[in-house]
């Protein structure tokens, strides 16, 4: 057995062993590239020094592997990010790929259960070559290696998740990814089911990795990256920016943070940025920026369906959820996309006791043939239904157009605890151009005059005094004074009788679909 000074050095020898991950030679080609290893990754997430490892003795469970396998090539433990406990795992690529095996799948099942148990945030280090092999080929490799546990890949959200995807993104790290809260991609980092070799050889086509899963793909055409960095850091940054805004678990609010000098101090100008004409377009998030603390606009999705904001912030210290048209954008008309973008950070904010703020210009739903090919119709009515399973406030500011169905997924009507409107607000059923072209076939070109005049009928009762006047919209006011308004409107409609913590009715609503 040995003395204890024996065990002391067998323990010493194989902490430094597991510290050394896959050797020199491997760790000086990150280091060439500008990119952190696995340990300086987690270094850079956690607060200095609060990084408590859990597995450093783990290894392959084939035998002839063990010594070549230190921490399994999955790297985990607890610390803190802004003093606050999360669960945090990094990939080590050095140590055999990263590939998932059957002691690595433990340790990331540890994560995920220390993360849905304890109700702390999991913050997720994707790079891995995908699967193990030969470990999980064969049928005794895919019955002890894969499927031991049914609740894998259940996500409830008891706690946020984030993930940051750092290099070669195949297999278990896809998988954990795709269930995270929010996704940053690092240039140069690839997400997809299988690697470029791999399917090449399924497809018999030569696969580039950038046009397989690259950042421009995830960013800008399927929205599966919540954001985009250029190196590790500003990744790892950016994720821990997003968990500033969110709370610990499900069960606590999320934290207030000071007011930055300054916040509000061009509220008096706003309505310069809001032009006159309505059917010039403009950049709602300039508005927004005026609006909210130190014009601090946290956006998810950013170079996704841009018609549509979803962006977290702060009003007087408290994290909002905003949502909101962007004129700039197709007019701020909505498509599927943006139905799915605006739908998926409903669930997000609803989940994590979130208010949600809407800002609304829109002309209403873009229609025809390839909106139907991306099923619209199914994608708005997704985001209905997530808009009436929102616990949280919802506070539904109209700036300016809003027309038929758009109207009530953009928080009309009921579908609002409070909806107030700009003076410079217009509500109807459709566009009024395009009203008098339907109604009665004339298109402005073809004679002026009598289009201006069917205009007059089209555009009565437009402005929103009429709304007001029934008490369908709960006020007007002032441009200048919305920062104001929504501070005050955040305190009282905060549910005291739960502290303002929500039913979370979308716990279980896909991460992506």
């Not at 003795?57 to 606050?84: E, L």
């Not at 006011?477 to 739960?498: G, S, V």
Request: aromatic share 8%.
């Amino acid at each position: 057995m040995g003395s204890f000074e024996e065990r002391m050095q067998t323990f010493r020898k194989k902490r430094e062993i597991a510290l050394k991950m896959g050797g020199e030679k491997s760790l000086s080609y990150y280091k060439q590239n500008g990119w952190l290893n696995a340990r300086e990754r987690l270094d850079y997430a956690l607060d200095k020094g609060t990084f408590l490892e859990v597995g450093i003795f783990s290894h392959s469970d084939q035998p002839a592997m063990a010594d070549r396998s230190p921490c399994d090539g999955k790297i985990c433990g607890f610390g803190k990010v802004d003093g606050r406990p999360v669960i945090a795992m990094a990939c080590d690529l050095t140590v055999l790929g990263a590939s998932s095996a059957g002691v690595n799948g433990k340790k990331v099942g540890y994560c995920k259960r220390m993360s849905c148990e304890r109700g702390i945030p999991f913050v997720f280090m994707g790079e891995a070559g995908g699967s193990r092999m030969p470990d999980t080929m064969g049928s005794r490799g895919m019955v002890t290696q894969l499927g031991n546990d049914p609740t894998q890949y259940q996500r409830l959200r008891e706690a946020p998740w984030v993930a940051c995807m750092l290099g070669p993104c195949y297999g278990s790290p896809t998988w954990y990814t795709m269930m995270s809260d929010f996704r940053v991609q690092r240039k140069g980092a690839v997400l997809a089911v299988s690697s470029p070799k791999v399917t090449s050889l399924a497809t018999g086509e030569s696969v580039d990795p950038e046009l397989l899963g690259g950042w421009r793909l995830h960013a800008e055409v399927t929205g599966l990256a919540d954001a985009v960095a250029e190196t590790d850091e500003e990744c790892i940054r950016i994720a821990r920016k997003f968990l500033s805004f969110l709370p610990t678990s499900n069960q606590q609010l999320p934290p207030t943070a000071p007011v930055p000098p300054g916040s509000g101090d061009q509220m008096g100008n706003i309505l310069s940025l809001l032009p006159e004409n309505p059917r010039s377009v403009y950049d709602m998030r300039k508005i927004l920026r005026v609006i909210v603390d130190g014009g601090d606009l946290f956006e998810a999705k950013e170079r996704f369906a841009r018609a549509a904001v979803t962006a977290l912030a702060r009003i007087n210290g408290q994290s909002v959820g905003i949502v909101a048209n962007n004129p700039i954008h197709s007019g701020g008309a909505l498509d599927a996309d943006a139905c799915e973008k605006i739908t998926s950070f409903l669930v997000l904010c609803d989940s994590y006791n979130i208010p949600i703020v809407m800002f609304v210009d829109t002309p209403g739903f873009l229609v025809g043939k390839a909106g139907e090919e991306r099923k619209v119709t199914g994608k708005i009515i997704n985001f209905m239904n997530a808009l009436t399973l929102v616990t949280v406030p919802k506070l539904t500011i109209i700036v300016r157009k809003t027309y038929g169905q758009a109207f009530l997924n953009m928080g009309g009507g009921r579908n609002s605890d409070t909806i107030v409107a700009w003076p410079s607000a217009e509500i109807s059923f459709m566009d009024p151009a395009t009203g008098v072209n339907v109604v009665y076939n004339l298109k402005k070109e073809e004679n002026p005059e009598k289009f201006a005049e069917k205009m007059k009928v089209m555009t009565k009762d437009t402005a929103p005094w009429e709304a007001a006047g029934i008490f369908n919209l709960n006020d007007v006011i002032d441009p200048t004074q919305t920062r104001a308004w929504l501070a005050d409107m955040l305190e009282y409609h905060k549910n005291q009788k739960t502290g303002g913590i929500g039913k979370h009715l979308m716990h279980c609503w896909p991460t992506s679909y």
